[in-house]
T-cell receptor, first 113, second 109 residues
Framework: IAGITQAPTSQILAAGRRMTLRCTQDMRHNAMYWYRQDLGLGLRLIHYSNTAGTTGKGEVPDGYSVSRANTDDFPLTLASAVPSQTSVYFC????????????FGPGTRLTVL | GQNIDQPTEMTATEGAIVQINCTYQ??????LFWYQQHAGEAPTFLSYNVLDGLEEKGRFSSFLSRSKGYSYLLLKELQMKDSASYLC??????????WGAGTKLIIKP
């Protein structure tokens, strides 16, 4: 059982380019989340999805978009990357947004130059 | 605003006990989580408290006081592999997790 996988592991991207970070879980969890983690700051929620077909904005959604076409996949797209989006991105999932623990993928380290 | 406070860094000795404190202010409260994160890795779940009191799980225990907006993580019989960052997170009224910046724990032999 893989749990949550993320791709790519790391990426260097030129500013202005479009980039999609992939996240797939095989636990049949209903809820999925995207966070960014920056040095000295706590994890910050970008977007979330409580169930397939629905998405919501977190604390720092600007410049990012998500979709949840099915239970397993939750891609995060940067339409036009900027250097301030340089960060480590973690995808997480939980069976229920209200009551359950979140489990994290291995992360994607993104550098925007 | 919503806020989680925890110390930036702590140092302890192998075999000893260390307590990592966390205070929180959130709009509503639906539980307090502790995660461990080794450098370059993903956070992994350690403990969850929603009622006041102590939850014990092997060498790790977590305490919650809702009236004080306070939690601590207690690590006993410290091992070198416990060197990591420990993240405190509170679930708010919207069921979203609000995260502290993490406490980096350095274990010395």
């Amino acid at each position: 059982i893989a749990g949550i996988t993320q791709a790519p592991t790391s990426q260097i991207l030129a500013a202005g380019r479009r980039m999609t970070l992939r996240c797939t879980q095989d636990m049949r969890h209903n809820a999925m989340y995207w966070y960014r983690q920056d040095l000295g700051l706590g994890l910050r929620l970008i977007h979330y999805s409580n169930t397939a077909g629905t998405t919501g904005k977190g604390e720092v959604p600007d410049g990012y978009s998500v979709s949840r076409a099915n239970t397993d996949d939750f891609p995060l797209t940067l339409a036009s990357a900027v250097p301030s989006q340089t960060s480590v991105y973690f995808c997480a999932s939980s069976d229920s947004a209200e009551t359950d623990t979140q489990y994290f993928g291995p992360g994607t380290r993104l550098t925007v130059l | 605003g919503q806020n989680i406070d925890q110390p930036t860094e702590m140092t302890a000795t192998e075999g000893a006990i260390v307590q990592i404190n966390c205070t929180y202010q959130t709009s509503g409260f639906n539980g307090l989580f502790w995660y461990q994160q080794h450098a370059g890795e993903a956070p992994t779940f350690l403990s969850y408290n929603v009622l006041d009191g102590l939850e014990e799980k092997g060498r790790f225990s977590s305490f919650l006081s809702r009236s004080k907006g306070y939690s601590y993580l207690l690590l006993k019989e410290l091992q070198m592999k416990d060197s990591a960052s420990y993240l405190c997170a509170a679930r708010d009224s919207n069921y979203q997790l609000i995260w502290g910046a993490g406490t980096k724990l350095i274990i010395k032999p």
